[in-house]
């Protein structure tokens, strides 16, 4: 390719061709006050993957046991809102099988609700701490 039809890069070029020196910024993003070792990429990347374990065992031990109003269906359900238990009373065995189905759903739908709130808090709490080690991304926050 000749040099005459080159395109020219996109950042700036000396009269050599490198790319020219930049100035340092005098706000933020601002370079970091000390330089940042792989000891601390490292020792920061074990934090995380620790955070990530402890959320993920603490959905992991979520369990939500819930009973209809009369007492006659109880659920359990896990983090995932899979049905883990289901106990009918002899009672229950009075009702159709719509009327108990429906009765079976309501109390799970209701369990998974739970559930999957307190999987909602485990990822709130994740991301707060995350966020609380990660410091403010703009100096707004």
Same mark, same amino acid.
């Given at each position: #390719?000749? @040099?005459?039809?080159? +395109? =020219? ?9 490198? =790319? ?8 933020? =993003? ?6 940042? +070792? ?15 374990? +402890?959320?993920?065992? @603490? #959905? ?8 209809? @109003?009369?007492?006659? %269906?109880? %659920? ?7 049905? +883990? ?5 002899? *009672?229950? #065995? @009075? ?12 109390? *799970?739908?209701?369990?998974? *609700?739970? *559930? ?5 808090? %485990? ?12 410091? =403010? ?5």
């Amino acid at each position: #390719m000749n @040099e005459k039809n080159a +395109t =020219p890069p996109p950042w700036p070029v000396n009269e050599n061709g490198f =790319p020219a020196a930049v100035p340092l910024p005098d706000s933020p =993003p601002l370079p970091p006050e000390r330089a940042i +070792t792989f000891d601390d990429l490292q020792q920061a990347a074990t934090a995380a993957l620790d955070r990530i374990q +402890t959320a993920a065992e @603490e #959905m992991g031990a979520i369990s939500i046991r819930e009973s209809s @109003e009369d007492g006659y %269906v109880t %659920v359990d359900v896990n983090g995932k809102g899979e049905l +883990t238990g289901l106990w009918l009373d002899d *009672a229950a #065995m @009075e009702q159709t099988g719509a009327e108990l189905g429906a009765q079976i759903v309501a109390t *799970a739908s209701a369990a998974v *609700a739970k *559930a999957f709130g307190q999987v909602g808090d %485990v990822i709130t709490a994740f991301n707060e701490k995350s966020a609380e080690i990660a410091g =403010p991304s703009s100096p707004e926050q």
